[in-house]
Structures are given as structure tokens and as C-alpha cells.
């Protein structure tokens, strides 16, 4: 279950959601897909080295702002950090879209 958490920065508050992630590395094409509460992320990247985490935060923080990895460095089931309103940013694909 997502949960909030928040930062102070220069005086202001800053809230933050806190969402499991799912990585597949070595895929054809970075893309991005919520399944219930799970956000899969399917990776160029090899699991190898911290590639695959880095274009993670890489790709997330490109469309959500500052994101960091809380937890999962070498699993592919992560915690991840994103500011507030981001998730609805990302461009998720459909669960119930049509297989070609």
C-alpha cells in the first residue's frame, strides 16, 4: 500500500509518496504500468552495477521531479520516493489494454 512521508526544505514542507516498484530489466523499451498498488517498470538497463536502478530514478525523476530509491538495490521489488501529485505524471499503460 502506497504510504506519504514528508521533507522539510528551505521552510517549506515537501510531501512524498512512498510506492513499491517492480523492475524488469533488460527490456525492449522503457515503459511504465501501475498493476493494483505495483508500479512495473519495464528497464533497458542490465541488472548489473546499479545500471538498471540508476535509469530508474533517471526515467522517474525526467517526468515526477526528485525521486530516490528507499529500498530493493539489488531485488527487483523496490520502494520508491516520488513528490506528490507525480504518479499521476507518469505515463502508465492500461492493464485491461488489448495484447497484439
Request: charged share 20%; net charge positive; aromatic share 4%.
Amino acid at each position: 500500500m502506497p504510504c506519504w512521508d514528508f521533507i522539510s526544505a528551505g521552510g517549506h514542507v515537501i510531501f512524498m509518496l512512498i510506492i513499491r516498484v517492480k523492475a524488469h530489466p533488460n527490456a525492449t523499451a522503457v515503459r511504465f504500468r501501475l498493476k493494483g498498488e505495483v508500479l512495473h517498470a519495464w528497464l533497458t538497463e542490465p541488472a548489473e552495477k546499479g545500471k538498471a536502478n540508476r535509469q530508474l530514478i533517471r526515467e522517474l525523476s525526467a517526468i515526477a521531479g526528485s525521486c530516490r530509491l528507499v529500498s530493493g538495490a539489488t531485488s527487483v521489488n523496490k520502494v520508491v520516493e516520488l513528490p506528490v501529485g507525480s504518479l499521476s505524471q507518469l505515463p502508465l499503460g492500461s492493464e485491461n489494454k488489448k495484447k497484439e
